[in-house]
């Protein structure tokens, strides 16, 4: 009898409150929301792997324009050679054609004497033909010089982001009168885009875009510049950026627009 009630009185203790009130059962979660914060947390890792992959497939379509364009560089300069070499072709001199024996001097049944040679003359050796010059040899010199812009770029190709924006701003203020210049302003644009500095990245997107140049990196340009003030906060001025990419190049490529769609859609554009 003791021992039932003392193990009563223990048990009472037990579940006994610090106020000796009997302690309340810790309440149990519903499923249900159990399972939307694991969905939420689901949701948000996809989220996080979709960025980085939106991340990988913008710097490819970049890396992409900037071979395209070294591209068209070297088919330029095909050409130049090409016309080089049309024109040391075309101006090689005709043999001379000696002139006709007068018919005057010839009597009819007499052999034609032969020509009189000066005795100085026959006894001098024939002159040396000059050496042939090939085509190669009159075109246009090849320089093997790395200038800054495409030491720049290559640096910009190989993920050097900080080297290529130092190596642009160097060359950049040697050569003022490049006419390249707003190629290299782009390109040092787009460095500083991979370091996160937009509004010195917008700054260099708008003086390269200046009288909006013909180019093969101006519609990549724009896109670039409508996502940098994107990320400025600067919502308004990204979505007109954008609006100017088919007015200004309606021929841009479909990779530009793909990017232009995305930029639009974190801008909110039309919203």
Do not use: H
Request: hydrophobic share 45%; charged share 20%.
């Amino acid at each position: 009898m003791f021992r039932s009630r003392l193990a009563a009185l223990v048990l009472g203790l037990a579940l006994a409150g610090p106020g000796g009130a009997l302690a309340a059962p810790a309440p149990q979660e519903d499923p249900k929301e159990v399972r939307l914060r694991e969905l939420s947390d689901r949701i948000a890792d996809l989220e996080r792997a979709l960025q980085g992959l939106n991340a990988q497939l913008e710097t490819t379509a970049r890396a992409a324009d900037l071979a395209r364009g070294d591209v068209g560089r070297l088919q330029e300069r095909v050409r130049t050679l090409e016309g080089a070499r049309a024109a040391a072709t075309g101006t090689t001199a005709a043999p001379a054609t000696p002139a006709p024996t007068p018919t005057s001097a010839v009597v009819p049944g007499a052999a034609v004497p032969p020509s009189p040679v000066p005795a100085a003359a026959a006894a001098a050796p024939a002159a040396a033909s000059p050496p042939a010059t090939s085509p190669a040899a009159v075109s246009a010199p090849v320089t093997t010089t790395e200038d800054g812009l495409t030491r720049g770029r290559k640096q910009l190709q190989g993920g050097d982001a900080a080297g290529a924006e130092a190596t642009l701003t160097t060359w950049l203020a040697a050569s003022p009168g490049d006419p390249r210049a707003a190629e290299g302003t782009y390109l040092r644009g787009r460095a500083r885009a991979l370091q996160s500095a937009w509004p010195d990245a917008a700054a260099d997107y708008i003086a390269a875009l200046k009288g909006w140049p013909a180019t093969w990196w101006g519609p990549d340009a724009v896109v670039e510049l409508a996502r940098s003030l994107a990320r400025l906060g600067k919502t308004a001025e990204s979505c007109q950026a954008l609006a100017e990419l088919g007015a200004r190049y309606p021929n841009a490529s479909e990779g530009a627009r793909k990017r232009a769609a995305a930029v639009g859609l974190q801008a909110r554009c039309g919203a």
